[in-house]
């Protein structure tokens, strides 16, 4: 147990100098984002190294933060990363184009099929193919299901950790209807390896389309339900509110994007900014806070399940009628029936199988609104039947490096909930 | 501001032969620049005229074939009120891997290089921690190098004489 908590340790610990003051001394520190650093007592000015994690339930995921503590006040903190780093960026460079898509869903697991669409959208923007617009619409509804899971969980998951477990049962039951949904256009929940280069790989079937006007019935009941349970609920605003802020210019600063960005104050939204796959025929608003912290955030993600309902109420309501997914006969396979009776079909199917497909030589850079930011991928290809290189900007990875300036001088209780409403997933950390 | 009017803006205050290999793949605007000068154009893009103050990725690169200019870090930034990016690429000896750091400029370079240095081993001079991110701290190679086989060659269950593994 002695590597889980570690016994008094030294000065030599300390990552920031700690002023020692000569006055008469509190019998408590103050608490609080900004609140002078110095000990309380030369009897008690022992300093406690705290492992938050690798495997603590307040994580939510496989990463450590070693924490100095002086009592309930962190000094200071140095997150440590790569607990489930499986090197996506080393195996990319020995995959063919469409095995790369499995990767990129257990990057942010919460929402596969964005990572997916951004995927297939890089490689198409690569090839130069034009996707139809029935799939485009597809996608979208498809990406903005993940990111009202994505937001769920966040949001729920917050409550959880504020002591409401109630809130986080009524939408998971919601999230699960979801998955099923997933389940009737891809056929598969979580790593949903959905849509292929070119389009998608099956239409959108009536089943899906029931189960996803009855979702848009219920879901908003419940949605009520879990806002009138947290938005102006008294304990969980005096359990966010001033936890954990960041300042516009300091997010900028440390690369945030999406919805933690947005919190503190600044518009920025991939979907709006270089509108993707017709993102552009939908009208929805970017929700912005002001003070970026924990409270904004939470209220940040809220109003965004609200707009990406509004996105997939219009996308359905005007789903175009047409072929949904490009004539691409290189990249895109043909169905299986014609595999079995045409040679020209057997052909293409056994040389995309088999990865024998080469991409023309470039490089783009494309990027989505992934749950938690600009997911960018960067791709150089040299004409080859893999990747050159394949870069993935990852949102959490960039800002996660923020999160000991937001933490450092406030209490273990709010450094948990911060670190909770930054959604940070262990996958697209450590990639 | 335009991809012309910014490649300018950079050639009239850093003169002609300091951009190198300009493209516009996808529309992007990339330019190639020496080591020496990155700091100097960085804080220029940042801070100057054309005000690129988000840094919205960096990575490194490996061309084992390309004689002294093995190694390589690109970087894309992104001013965003205009909604403008620009991709800088910089390369030099595998011998000598070494660049400056952004991280006077930017927070978000810190791990962005500590990731660099762990994939590819490009020492970043002036970098306040430069530790492995990722991987193992006793790992004695840099695994996104080429040269670093993705599998272990001695196995032969997976030898396929047909399709060449």
């Given at each position: 147990?002695?590597?889980?908590?570690?016994?008094?340790?030294?000065?030599?610990?300390?990552?920031?100098?700690?002023?020692?003051?000569?006055?008469p001394?509190?019998?408590?520190?103050?608490?609080?984002?900004?609140?002078?650093?110095?000990?309380?007592?030369?009897?008690?000015n022992?300093?406690?190294?705290?492992?938050?994690?690798?495997?603590?339930?307040?994580?939510?995921?496989?990463?450590?933060?070693?924490?100095?503590?002086?009592?309930?006040?962190?000094?200071?903190?140095?997150?440590?990363?790569?607990?489930i780093?499986?090197?996506?960026?080393?195996?990319a460079?020995?995959?063919?184009?469409?095995?790369i898509?499995?990767?990129?869903?257990?990057?942010?697991?919460?929402?596969?099929?964005?990572?997916?669409?951004?995927?297939?959208?890089?490689?198409?923007?690569l090839?130069?193919?034009?996707?139809?617009?029935?799939?485009?619409?597809?996608?979208?509804?498809?990406?903005?299901?993940?990111?009202?899971?994505?937001?769920?969980?966040?949001n729920?998951?917050?409550?959880?950790?504020t002591?409401?477990?109630?809130?986080?049962?009524?939408?998971?039951?919601?999230?699960?209807?979801?998955?099923?949904?997933?389940e009737?256009?891809?056929?598969?929940?979580?790593?949903?390896?959905?849509?292929?280069?070119?389009?998608?790989?099956?239409?959108?079937?009536?089943?899906?389309?029931?189960?996803?006007?009855?979702?848009?019935?219920?879901?908003?009941?419940?949605?009520r339900?879990?806002?009138?349970?947290?938005?102006r609920?008294?304990?969980?605003?005096?359990?966010?509110e001033?936890?954990?802020?960041?300042?516009?210019?300091?997010?900028?600063?440390?690369?945030?994007?999406?919805?933690?960005?947005?919190?503190?104050?600044?518009?920025?939204?991939?979907?709006?900014?270089?509108p993707?796959?017709?993102?552009?025929?939908f009208?929805?608003?970017?929700?912005?806070?002001?003070?970026?912290?924990?409270?904004?955030?939470?209220?940040?993600?809220?109003?965004?399940?609200?707009?990406?309902?509004?996105?997939?109420?219009?996308?359905?309501?005007?789903?175009?009628?047409?072929?949904?997914?490009?004539?691409?006969?290189?990249?895109?396979?043909?169905?299986?029936?014609?595999?079995y009776?045409?040679?020209?079909?057997?052909?293409?199917?056994?040389?995309?199988?088999?990865?024998?497909?080469?991409?023309?030589?470039?490089?783009?850079?494309?990027?989505?609104?992934?749950?938690?930011?600009?997911?960018?991928?960067?791709?150089i290809s040299?004409?080859?039947?893999?990747?050159?290189?394949?870069h993935?900007?990852?949102?959490?990875?960039?800002?996660?490096?923020?999160?000991?300036?937001?933490?450092?001088?406030?209490?273990?209780?709010?450094a948990?909930?911060?670190l909770?409403?930054?959604?940070?997933?262990?996958?697209?950390?450590?990639? | 501001m335009?991809?012309?009017?910014?490649?300018?803006?950079?050639?009239?205050?850093?003169?002609?032969?300091?951009?190198?290999?300009?493209?516009?793949p996808?529309?992007l605007?990339?330019v190639?620049?020496e080591?020496?000068?990155?700091?100097?154009?960085?804080?220029?893009?940042?801070?100057?005229?054309?005000?690129?103050?988000?840094?919205?990725?960096?990575?490194?690169?490996?061309?084992?074939?390309?004689?002294?200019?093995?190694?390589?870090?690109?970087?894309?930034?992104?001013?965003l009120?205009?909604?403008?990016?620009?991709?800088?690429k910089?390369?030099?000896?595998?011998?000598?891997?070494?660049?400056?750091?952004?991280?006077t400029?930017?927070?978000?370079?810190?791990?962005?290089?500590?990731?660099?240095?762990?994939?590819?081993?490009?020492?970043?001079?002036?970098?306040?921690?430069?530790?492995r991110?990722?991987?193992?701290?006793?790992?004695?190679?840099?695994?996104?190098?080429k040269?670093?086989p993705?599998e272990?060659?001695?196995?032969?269950?997976?030898?396929?004489?047909?399709?060449?593994?």
């Amino acid at each position: 147990m002695d590597h889980l908590i570690s016994g008094p340790s030294g000065p030599e610990h300390t990552q920031r100098p700690v002023q020692r003051t000569q006055e008469p001394l509190p019998l408590f520190s103050p608490v609080g984002p900004g609140a002078p650093l110095q000990l309380r007592d030369e009897f008690e000015n022992e300093l406690t190294t705290l492992n938050l994690g690798p495997t603590h339930p307040a994580t939510h995921g496989i990463f450590q933060n070693i924490l100095q503590m002086d009592g309930e006040r962190i000094i200071s903190g140095v997150p440590t990363i790569g607990y489930i780093h499986r090197a996506f960026e080393k195996i990319a460079e020995h995959r063919p184009f469409y095995q790369i898509t499995p990767l990129t869903d257990r990057m942010n697991y919460c929402s596969s099929p964005i990572n997916n669409m951004g995927w297939h959208m890089t490689v198409e923007k690569l090839l130069g193919i034009t996707v139809p617009k029935r799939a485009e619409y597809i996608r979208v509804i498809a990406m903005e299901l993940a990111r009202i899971c994505d937001h769920l969980i966040c949001n729920s998951i917050l409550g959880v950790d504020t002591g409401a477990f109630t809130g986080f049962l009524y939408v998971f039951q919601e999230r699960e209807k979801v998955y099923e949904i997933f389940e009737e256009i891809c056929g598969s929940r979580l790593t949903t390896n959905m849509g292929r280069v070119g389009g998608m790989e099956r239409d959108l079937n009536d089943t899906a389309i029931d189960k996803l006007r009855t979702w848009l019935k219920e879901f908003p009941v419940v949605m009520r339900e879990f806002e009138t349970m947290f938005n102006r609920n008294r304990i969980f605003m005096d359990r966010t509110e001033g936890v954990g802020p960041i300042s516009a210019d300091r997010a900028l600063n440390y690369g945030f994007t999406g919805p933690n960005l947005r919190a503190a104050g600044v518009d920025y939204d991939c979907r709006v900014m270089n509108p993707y796959s017709s993102y552009q025929d939908f009208e929805f608003d970017v929700p912005v806070g002001t003070t970026g912290d924990t409270y904004d955030r939470f209220m940040v993600r809220q109003e965004e399940i609200w707009q990406s309902l509004r996105i997939i109420g219009q996308a359905l309501e005007n789903l175009p009628v047409g072929p949904y997914h490009a004539d691409a006969p290189h990249y895109y396979l043909p169905p299986k029936q014609a595999v079995y009776r045409n040679m020209e079909a057997l052909i293409y199917h056994f040389k995309i199988i088999m990865g024998e497909i080469e991409a023309p030589v470039g490089e783009v850079y494309h990027s989505v609104e992934g749950g938690n930011g600009e997911l960018g991928f960067y791709l150089i290809s040299d004409g080859g039947r893999t990747p050159y290189r394949l870069h993935f900007r990852r949102p959490c990875f960039i800002y996660y490096q923020a999160y000991p300036e937001m933490v450092v001088g406030s209490s273990l209780s709010d450094a948990i909930v911060t670190l909770s409403s930054l959604n940070v997933i262990a996958g697209e950390l450590d990639a | 501001m335009t991809n012309e009017s910014l490649l300018a803006t950079l050639r009239h205050h850093f003169g002609e032969a300091t951009f190198t290999d300009v493209e516009e793949p996808q529309g992007l605007l990339t330019v190639t620049i020496e080591r020496g000068r990155l700091l100097e154009v960085m804080r220029f893009l940042k801070e100057g005229g054309p005000s690129f103050t988000f840094l919205t990725t960096m990575c490194g690169i490996h061309y084992p074939n390309h004689l002294n200019r093995e190694l390589g870090m690109i970087y894309h930034l992104h001013n965003l009120p205009k909604n403008i990016r620009v991709r800088i690429k910089t390369f030099f000896p595998i011998l000598d891997p070494v660049v400056p750091t952004l991280t006077t400029l930017w927070g978000a370079a810190n791990w962005m290089e500590r990731e660099a240095y762990d994939f590819y081993g490009i020492v970043f001079t002036g970098h306040p921690n430069l530790i492995r991110i990722l991987n193992v701290e006793d790992m004695t190679y840099f695994p996104m190098r080429k040269e670093y086989p993705l599998e272990d060659q001695t196995r032969e269950d997976k030898t396929d004489s047909f399709f060449g593994r």
